[in-house]
């Protein structure tokens, strides 16, 4: 097998990309075997999630790794590929040469995005990102996660629908609302798939088929070793 590789990234901290990074982890792993890379120094919150996980589960499908510079990232990536169903990679809070590589390394990047202002100012510079990086990986796909969501409020439904048509990029139509469930049950080291909510469980398994389903389609990543491609990487 060679793994599919799946990358969360935004350029902003606060977006929610550790905890999506956790949960959908959990859920592909329950069928599949999973590796987790942390990409996020010096807070590395998924090593965190994944500690206090450790004491409390045995786990047989979901490991983890951790990188701090490119060359890292890259070498797990390839050391593992073949060993894994799926490579999920928890990218920095802002835009480095970790996140650039992992756009140029990645089969999908998952994008979680809330519906508030503040976040689309940050989303349309990685927008801008994302194109660049599609000239190195010709393969990338890209979608948008609306994620914490609060359903019944009419502005939060007004900012998806102006982003879902003016952007190039694509949402997947699986929502993730915003549910205390998701922040308390990664403080415990868990998913919400394990936890008692259902509703966000119902959440997570219907978006993580939904990932299953885009990546099944993509074509096998070539990495990229222009020199161009590394002075992209470069520019982190």
């Known amino acids: 097998m060679t793994a599919k590789i799946i990358g969360i990234a935004q350029s902003k901290g606060g977006v929610g990309k550790s905890t999506l990074c956790a949960n959908l982890s959990v859920t592909l792993s329950q069928n599949s075997k999973v590796l987790m890379i942390d990409c996020d120094p010096p807070q590395h919150s998924l090593s965190a999630w994944y500690s206090i996980r450790d004491d409390i589960y045995i786990e047989t499908g979901l490991d983890i790794k951790t990188a701090s510079t490119p060359s890292q990232l890259n070498s797990i990536i390839s050391s593992h590929k073949d060993e894994y169903n799926y490579i ?42 994302i194109n660049e990086a599609v000239k190195y990986n010709k393969n990338l796909t890209c979608k948008i996660v609306w994620n914490r969501v609060r359903k019944r409020v009419k502005s939060s439904q007004e900012v998806m629908d102006q982003v879902n048509k003016t952007s190039k990029l694509s949402a997947f139509k699986n929502i993730i609302s915003f549910r205390v469930a998701y922040m308390d049950s990664f403080a415990e080291g868990c998913s919400v798939y394990e936890w008692s909510d259902a509703v966000a469980s119902a959440e997570i398994w219907s978006l993580s088929s939904a990932v299953k389903r885009v990546v099944s389609k993509l074509n096998a990543i070539k990495p990229a070793q222009s020199q161009s491609a590394l002075n992209f990487v470069r520019k982190g």
């Open 88 to 129: 999920l990679i928890d990218g920095a809070p802002h835009v480095n040469s970790l996140v650039r590589s992992m756009l140029l390394s990645s089969n999908l990047i998952i994008i979680p995005l809330a519906p508030s202002s503040v976040e689309i100012w940050s989303f349309n510079s990685f927008e801008n990102l």
